[in-house]
């Protein structure tokens, strides 16, 4: 098991992220690593695989400039004497020494340790309490980098860096001391149960160490006889976590076990400190080791440093790269691996010799220019025939190497996928490549991939599965034909369909619409308006009308008054289909205006006017007048009651003519086409003047001709 997700390739490459001291010089190009004096003493980078003398690195921080405790982290960037690379450089301080304020290990505590304390020995034994004391175990700066370098044959190793000081006491001198770096990965499968030790002090209590397999213990001594691996001290001695717990673990994440084979060191049993198959826990000789070495600050004894090379130790497979975010410095009052931790300083930091490889979709021309407005991100949706270019970002902005993009049809990315370019160079800051633009023709879900391929010193990663989600989406188009029909919707015979049609009141009408593509599937919605413009609020004729082989067909609309009504309907797309609608004015239904009906039946009351005169004298005239109205001129010269129709009250006649009389019928009316006759008779009662009868010689003939029912003669208002 390593600490390591990532495949590497190639030769050195600085992180400079990472906080790395410059305290030691490692020659990694022959496998040997030689240490100079501590920081301020004149000495090389500590990961340039060219370095076979140490040369000056005048930055370096001296043991009084380190930062002090209780203070912030503080940073060193350091160009190298004599050559091209620079490393940052980062300590951190330990809490205040003073037994009120001082964060260290409580009573019992020692590296197998890893459950809070519940009353028994290893692993539940873990406290935290405040303050050591003053003495030779009382830490107080914790430096840690990591790099990049190759070695013989081309090939990438990683070196880890740790730089311990610990405080200056009457105490302190070369006598056996210990203490172990610890590197923590947080896998999320081993997360514990809280309280989890995270540095902070839990007063009356303890807390859980978050350890998997894989992590790293890196242990060496400031003196004495004999390390915890059993070399000569000084001598760097490595451990890793053994854990073969499988199956799903904390946070629903699966648990990736220890190699089998194995071995738990100190006589334990799983989990604990251990050592990987064919590995030993012996790395060598501080001073002179393939592996590993250090070098201790002679002057004060308060100084010290070690530097391994992860893959030649076998603590992290070839080829694969590392990713920590936690890491402990503990001290002891002796080199023994079962010893009661003292100090301990946390640094909750993240360093990785992993390269990241991380994408967006954009959408683009043909040439790969962002369309505008632009449309790029993660998850984008675009109409067919557009074109895509998917865009990797490397990190570190120092990484080297190509890409090729690949865009599958599986949400596992299971398929064989297609390439949209490969062997593509990363450049620029940050390092990005693009792929090769891509036309898509057809609806679908992309499910698009970036794989970096790492040049020299930089290792291989790749974006995730998912991360990147390409929808096509088809346009579709909504056409629309209306049809008069029976209340049924069944069509007329003959036919009345078209764009536009024209039907008397109380007919009834479909509307048919049609969607291309035919394979599109949704639903469709119909409304018609009254105003031309379709901006009215609209009466629905059906919605939510499943549309079948491309077409679906409104409810039934009966319309019994005239007028003109514009009808719409509305697709709305299922899956990859897009919505789409007819256009308001592209149908029209044109309801005719009910015609009108005139029957006549003419009358009229017959009237009549007599004037009397005496144009022969004979004084004033006198008498009276009476009038008769008859339906026959026979009846009417018999004087009698047959066929009489009318007789107007007999009037009175006096004065001098002439004299005007008329009839006043409202009674009688006469409603057919008839000749009718008038018997007019004056009586005079003038001795000296006669009376006048008419003898029926006036008549009233009347054609009466009435209007029937039909359209003839109508108008528009």
């Known amino acids: 098991m390593t600490l390591g997700i990532a495949p590497r390739r190639g030769r050195p490459r600085w992180l400079a992220l990472l906080v790395v001291s410059t305290a030691m010089t490692l020659v990694a190009g022959t496998t040997v690593l030689a240490f100079a004096p501590g920081p301020g003493t004149g000495n090389n980078s500590p990961f340039n695989a060219a370095d076979a003398k140490p040369s000056p690195v005048p930055c370096a921080p001296t043991l009084a400039n380190l930062p002090a405790p209780g203070g912030s982290s503080a940073d060193y960037t350091c160009a190298e004497t004599g050559g091209s690379q620079s490393v940052t450089v980062s300590y951190f301080p330990d809490t205040p020494s003073g037994t009120a304020t001082d964060n260290a290990w409580g009573q019992g505590t020692s590296s197998d340790c890893y459950l809070a304390k519940a009353g028994g020995g290893s692993p539940a034994c873990v406290t935290t309490v405040f303050g050591i004391g ?109 854990d073969f717990a499988s199956g799903i673990g904390a946070n629903g994440a699966t648990r990736t076990p220890s190699p089998a084979g194995s071995t738990c060191f100190n006589a334990k049993a799983a989990p604990c400190w251990g050592i990987l198959p064919g590995g030993s826990a012996k790395l060598g000789d501080i001073t002179n080791s393939d ?42 009052a002796s080199s023994s691996f079962s010893a009661e931790l003292k100090d301990f300083i946390v640094a909750n930091k993240t360093v990785s010799t992993c390269t990241g490889t991380t994408t967006s979709l954009h959408e683009t021309t043909a040439a790969g220019a962002d369309v505008t407005p632009a449309n790029s991100g993660t998850t984008i949706t675009i109409k067919t025939g557009a074109y895509v270019t998917d865009v990797a970002t490397v990190t570190p902005s120092t990484s080297s190497g190509t890409v090729t993009f690949k865009y599958y049809t599986t949400p596992d990315c299971s398929d064989a996928g297609t390439t949209a370019g490969s062997g593509i160079a990363i450049s620029g800051t940050p390092r990005t490549a693009s792929s090769t633009p891509v036309q898509f023709s057809s609806p679908g879900t992309f499910y698009w991939r970036a794989f970096f391929t790492g040049g020299p010193g930089s290792s291989d990663s790749s974006s995730t599965c998912g991360d990147e989600i390409l929808t096509v989406r088809q346009d579709t188009t909504t056409s629309t034909v209306l049809h008069e029909t029976n209340s049924a919707g069944a069509d007329l015979n003959p036919a009345n369909n078209g764009t536009s049609i024209t039907v008397n009141p109380g007919a009834y009408v479909t509307d048919v619409a049609s969607v291309l593509p035919s394979g599109a599937t949704g ?24 549309v079948v082989g491309g077409n679906a067909s409104s409810t039934t609309v009966q319309f019994s008054s005239s007028g003109t009504i514009y009808w719409r309907a509305f697709f709305t797309g299922s899956g990859l289909y897009n919505d789409s609608s007819s256009t308001c004015g592209g149908e029209v239904l044109t309801v005719n205006q009910v015609n009108t009906a005139i029957s006549t039946a003419p009358w009229y009351y017959p009237n009549d006017k007599a004037t009397i005169s005496s144009p022969n004298g004979g004084g004033n005239l006198a008498g009276a007048i009476v009038f008769k109205l008859y339906n026959t001129s026979t009846n009417c010269g018999l004087n009698g009651a047959t066929g009489l129709l009318y007789s107007e009250p007999s009037q009175t006649v006096s004065g001098a003519g002439p004299l005007d009389f008329s009839t006043a019928n409202t009674s009688v009316k006469v409603s057919t086409t008839t000749t009718v006759f008038w018997r007019v008779e004056f009586h005079s009662t003038n001795p000296a003047q006669v009376g006048r009868n008419s003898f029926c010689q006036e008549s009233i003939a009347g054609t009466l001709t009435g209007d029937s029912p039909g359209t003839a003669g109508n108008t528009t208002p």
């Open 523 to 546: 639903t469709m919605a119909f409304v018609y308006y009254t105003t031309s413009d379709c901006s009215d609020a609209g009466t629905g004729a059906g919605s939510g009308i499943a």
């Open 134 to 242: 003053a003495s030779k175990t009382d830490l107080q700066d914790l430096g840690i980098g990591l790099a990049s370098a190759a070695v013989t044959g081309g090939a990438s190793h990683d070196f880890f860096y740790a730089g311990i000081k610990r405080l200056q006491t009457n105490s302190t001198n070369s006598s056996n001391a210990n203490y172990s770096v610890e590197i923590n990965q947080l896998l999320p499968a081993y997360q514990p149960a809280a309280p989890i030790c995270d540095g902070t002090v839990i007063v009356g209590g303890g807390c859980n160490m978050w350890r998997s397999p894989g992590d790293i213990t890196l242990m060496t001594d400031w003196g004495g006889n004999s390390s915890s691996c059993g070399d000569p001290t000084p001598a760097i001695c490595a451990y890793v976590w053994i």
């Open 291 to 332: 592996k590993a070495a250090g070098s201790i600050d002679a002057a004060t004894s308060t100084f010290s440093e070690i530097g391994v090379d992860l893959n030649a130790a076998g603590l992290e497979a070839p080829g694969q790269c590392l990713i920590a975010r936690r890491f402990w410095a503990h001290s002891r």
